[in-house]
């Protein structure tokens, strides 16, 4: 009888240990995901501001109305792949949702409501309420 208590209880143990490493990984995979989606949007912003400048400098400097023009084209031909990727990224987000899921993964499920955390999350939320 105290073999079958030790093995009920030793199966136990390494449930409970192959749980706990599925959550760390699980909000491993949380952190990293929100990171880079963070950082693709920040790119994206960072993008915007350069063309912003370089229309505003053509325009405020004495040179011709198509100067730069290929840079700017080729800015533009950026910002569009980074949208790409970031339509990638949200496929990549849903995949791991359903493999949280599959896990049974609470974790997976934590998703924010609205743009990322800190001042971006508040910045989208002051959009919504304008």
Do not use: W, Y
Request: hydrophobic content about 45%.
């Amino acid at each position: 009888m105290k073999s079958a208590t030790a093995n009920a209880a030793n199966a136990a143990s390494n449930n409970t240990a192959s749980n706990n490493t599925v959550n760390i990984h699980s909000l491993r995979i949380t952190r990293d995901l929100q990171e880079a989606e963070a950082a693709l949007d920040e790119a994206l912003i960072r993008q915007a501001n350069l063309l912003a400048t370089m229309v505003r400098a053509r325009r405020e400097t004495a040179v011709g109305p198509f100067t730069g023009q290929e840079a700017l084209l080729r800015l533009a031909a950026s910002q569009k792949a980074m949208l790409d990727a970031s339509g990638e990224m949200a496929r990549v987000h849903g995949k791991l949702l359903d493999v949280g899921r599959e896990m049974g993964s609470g974790v997976a499920d934590d998703c924010p409501s609205t743009g990322s955390a800190g001042e971006a999350g508040q910045a989208v939320a002051l959009v919504r309420a304008a």
